[in-house]
């Protein structure tokens, strides 16, 4: 497993952007393909985004596609995560997680066995 540890929350207005951040320790993320993942209030976690271990190959929500774009930099073993025109409905608490398979990317919560403690994203009208 990985440690990972995110940054870059915050509250906004709606239509801004954020950009959240993640960085793992201990072993690093080598080989992790990695993902975010949100839960809003009184609802269950769900997929948000992933990218694979090269960083050649992401994969969205279809909510979030086209407004948040999932990155990352071995170099600093980290993730990234630039969301744009955030929406009302985007409030949530954000979490990383890291996948040992890095390829093909998956969006079952089960498949990730390392997670983040979660960052507060809130958007406001």
């Known amino acids: 497993q990985v440690q990972l540890v995110e940054s870059g929350g915050g509250s906004v207005q709606v239509g801004a952007s954020l950009r959240l951040s993640c960085t793992g320790s201990?072993?690093?993320?080598?080989?992790?393909?990695l993902g975010w993942f949100r839960q809003a209030p009184g609802k269950a976690r769900e997929y948000v985004a992933a990218?694979?271990?090269?960083?050649?190959?992401?994969d969205y929500a279809d909510s979030v596609k086209g407004r948040f774009t999932i990155s990352r930099d071995n170099d600093k073993h980290s993730v990234y995560l630039q969301m744009n025109s955030l929406k009302p409905e985007d409030t949530a608490v954000y979490y990383c997680?890291?996948?040992?398979?890095?390829?093909?990317?998956?969006?079952?919560?089960?498949?990730?066995?390392?997670w983040g403690q979660g960052t507060q994203v809130t958007v406001v009208s």
């Open positions: 990218v694979s271990w090269s960083g050649g190959n992401t």
């Open positions: 997680a890291g996948d040992p398979i890095g390829w093909p990317l998956r969006s079952a919560i089960d498949k990730y066995d390392s």
């Open positions: 201990g072993r690093g993320i080598s080989g992790y393909a």
